[in-house]
């Protein structure tokens, strides 16, 4: 092997998080991807229209052991700093809905304006390249880099983990950041897909699956967390954003409440009928709210004419279909799982600079750290955050 080459910094994965601290490290960093491609979940994120942050973005919208942890980076670089460099870039954005900011046209323009930034700031990229180990010693992290069969040892003061958490392996996730975090003393804690479908079995899912393709609002509530958003009933269970969001704060076993009536419409509009078309049937009248095949899958038995209904009739029918109770059996995995909740213990890591206490020099920013945001751009925000506040400490 030839002589190493020294850098200021070498980041490792050229995801959105080290995209962000290579454009804020300067010059002499180097980027490292096993992709060919930097950004590709960018690319492929928000339908391809990449939700690149929220309006809304606040410490309370994210999931950590230490839920303090992502303050500081989050208040220092904040989803106003982003939408500032995206219009310096002439992006043209707006908000979908819930504070969710998404480019007008394609998210590879994310890509570029960062590839544009790290450029700007003198940073080195290096696609298709594995790492094949790193070692530390007299100040200098080591990094042997292999590319076409041919390898090259690469040294720096810093060393930045960037190559995110376990979702999607078939996009290049792994756990290399988990590991070279463990190499050099620092905590991992356990990890498990966040914003995934949930998946169920037997008769339960039988009759999730029989609604298959049925979309409506509901509010699906887990572990105490509520969210009332799109619920959509697949051949394998639940999904749809209220229920990734819920998949979140899911622990197995646990049960999911689903109210598909989250604004209390059913009950008052049963009685309205009731008092003014009491020949009309109950079914006729929820049809006015909520799906058909919803309706025939969970009305039950039910008096033809809503006028025949006592009141704790019509309350019975309305719980149906607000206090429906569900045990996943699962959820989808990593395969399709958004994000990956855990990882890297904060415990270990500055907040302010992302950098390990025990080991000066070695930061760990984004997705592959304990710091998990809800559905909606929280999590290119956070990676946004962490990677700016790592690459300007560097
Ligand atoms: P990221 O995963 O972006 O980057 C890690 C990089 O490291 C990759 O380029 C990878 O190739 C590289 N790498 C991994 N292992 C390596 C190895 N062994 N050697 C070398 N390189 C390696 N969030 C959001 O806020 N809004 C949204 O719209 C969406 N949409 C969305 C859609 C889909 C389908 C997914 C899967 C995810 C989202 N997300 C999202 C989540 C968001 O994509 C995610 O949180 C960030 O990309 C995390 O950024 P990181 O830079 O930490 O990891």
Redesign the pocket.
Known sequence: MEAPRTYRAVV?????????CAAHAGPGTLV????RA?????R????G??????LGCTPERFLSANPHFCKSALSRYTQWDFIELVDRHGIAWHEKTLG?L?CDGRATAIVTMLRDEMAAAGAELRLS???IGVDHADGLFGVTLEREGRRERVEAPALVL????L??PK???????YRIARQFGLGVGETRPG?VPLTFTGAVLEGLAALSGVAAPARVTTNGAGFDEALLFTHRGLSGPAVLQASSYWHEGAEITVDLDPEGRLLPALRAARASAGRRAPATILSEHLPQRLIAARAGEVAARVGDCADAALEALVARFRDWRLTPAGTEGYR????TLGGIDTDGLSSKTMEARACPGLYA?????DV??W?????????WS??WAAGTAI
Not at 44 to 47: A, C, E, F, P, V
Not at 49 to 54: A, E, I, L, Y
Not at 336 to 339: H, L, Y
């Open positions: 490792l994965g050229a995801g959105a998080a080290g995209m962000m490292v991807d096993h992709a930097p950004g590709e979940k960018i492929i994120s928000g339908g229209r990449c939700n690149f942050t929220n969710q998404f390249t594995e790492v960037a190559t995110g958490g979702s999607i996009m290049g996730a792994t756990g290399l950041a914003l399709t799982a958004e994000v920013i984004g997705e592959a750290v998990t945001g559905l909606g751009g929280y999590n290119f925000q956070w990676a962490s990677g």
